[in-house]
């Protein structure tokens, strides 16, 4: 039988610091960080496949 592993997960407290926004000035970068981690964190998508998204996949007709 297979060994089971399991990855490490954040904890609740990382969790916050990493979907707090950016305070003050902040770059744009730190924005762009930002708003890459809440994409992740909300829709469950893999590093990878956000790495793959092209500027043609996104349908800017149906953005709200």
Not at 22 to 35: A, I, L, T
């Amino acid at each position: 039988k297979a060994v089971q592993t399991f990855k490490e997960t954040y904890s609740e407290e990382d969790l916050r610091k990493l979907i707090q926004k950016p305070k003050g000035n902040y770059s744009y970068c730190e924005f762009r960080n930002y708003v890459i981690v809440l994409l992740l964190i909300d829709t469950g998508m893999r590093a990878g496949s956000l790495r793959n998204i092209l500027k043609s996949d996104v349908d800017t007709k149906t953005i709200l």
